[in-house]
């Protein structure tokens, strides 16, 4: 069971491990989007934002609806954010840290 989890999570992390997919995930934290809104604040193509967004809902990181003509789309699990803001903490940390020793080794 442990190895299957281990399998999925990997896969997970493939998936996230785009700038653009994460990008979506910082704009999507904040509530639901049309496909159209997400093109927008992007400033890419809607056919590179719909692929991004098929491989996230494949994996389902986001959830989609249909509202006449446009699409919706939302993180389906509170966690998906809580972890990549704290994968995006430690980040945060390291790149402090290596200016912090880069400040020391040029005194």
């Known amino acids: 069971m442990k190895k299957e989890v281990f ?38 193509t809607k056919a590179n934002v719909s692929q991004h967004l098929a491989v996230l809902r494949q994996r389902r990181v986001v959830t989609a609806r249909r509202a006449g003509v446009n699409i ?18 430690v980040l945060m940390e390291q790149i402090e840290e290596t200016k912090r020793l880069a400040k020391r080794l040029k005194k």
């Open 72 to 89: 919706y789309y939302r993180i389906n699990n509170p966690k998906i954010v809580e972890a990549c803001s704290l994968m995006n903490a």
């Open 7 to 44: 399998e999925l999570q990997a896969e997970i992390c493939k998936t996230l491990a785009n700038p653009k997919r994460l990008e979506i995930i910082s704009i999507l934290k904040d509530g639901e989007l049309s496909a159209g809104d997400l093109v927008e604040r992007l400033g890419i």
